[in-house]
């Protein structure tokens, strides 16, 4: 029930176009619900972060779609860049308490010229 | 700002071996996380610490795993003895947690690549 499901594993995208991240999640118990973008040798950075009281968020290029009733939310990366090219976790948090968070398994993305 | 500071950035050694991770927090975080990741099972957290004081280690995979918080300084996680099978990269995160504030994010060290021979 703590798990956060993430898909792609992997995706290949062409320059300029639109990359798309999906998680699932089955506690309700969640509350915040943050994107990490990992590039080779580095630790993850956040990336953009949602609540489940808003349906979506946009930050430059990057936004987070969220539907509550069925429990998922997902990543659009809008005229991709080669220079997107990482791995993203999507993650989960439970409300109260400690900032403990639930990783996604990671999606490894590539965006080509 | 100095961000999370994690050393070595490297470690290679022989099965048999303790193996010490050190990890600085950004100043004034009071949450410090230790995290594992490897291809087969991601970004597995091991414990997580609150004002110094460990809070939950669910995740540390055996005995032979432990970690320390002595001050909000400085933080530490020991493998003795090392094998083959904890060779991964482990990272080190803190956050803090400002009430009225909403979440605050986990920064993130840039990790020690453990290899066990």
């Known amino acids: 029930q703590q798990q956060v499901k993430q898909s792609p594993q992997s995706l290949i995208v062409q320059k300029g176009g639109i990359s798309i991240i999906n998680c699932a999640y089955e506690?309700?118990?969640?509350?915040?619900f943050p994107w990490y973008q990992q590039f080779p040798g580095k630790g993850p950075a956040l990336l953009i972060a949602?609540?489940?009281?808003?349906s979506e968020k946009k930050e430059g290029r990057f936004t987070i779609s969220f539907n509550k009733s069925a429990k998922q939310f997902s990543l659009h990366i809008m005229d991709s860049q080669p220079g997107d090219s990482a791995t993203y976790f999507c993650?989960?948090?439970?409300?109260?308490?400690?900032?403990?968070?639930?990783f996604g398994a990671g999606t490894r993305l590539a965006v080509h010229p | 700002d100095a961000g999370v500071i994690q050393s070595p950035r490297h470690e290679v050694t022989e099965m048999g071996q303790e193996v010490t991770l050190r990890c600085k927090p950004i100043?004034?975080?009071?949450?410090l996380f230790w995290y594992r990741q490897t291809m087969m099972r991601g970004l597995e957290l091991l414990i997580y610490?609150?004002?110094?004081?460990?809070?939950?280690d669910s995740g540390m995979p055996e005995d032979r795993f432990s970690a320390k918080m002595p001050n909000a300084s400085f933080s530490t996680l020991k493998i003795q003895p090392s094998e083959p099978r904890d060779s991964a990269v482990y990272f080190c995160?803190?956050?803090?947690?400002?009430?009225?504030?909403?979440?605050?994010?986990?920064?993130f060290g840039d990790g020690t690549r453990l290899s066990i021979l």
């Open positions: 995160a803190s956050s803090n947690h400002v009430p009225g504030t909403g979440n605050q994010p986990q920064h």
């Open positions: 506690n309700t118990a969640f509350d915040y």
């Open positions: 949602i609540r489940p009281d808003v």
């Open positions: 993650a989960a948090k439970l409300s109260g308490g400690y900032n403990k968070l639930i």
């Open positions: 100043s004034g975080h009071d949450y």
């Open positions: 610490f609150n004002n110094n004081v460990p809070i939950d």
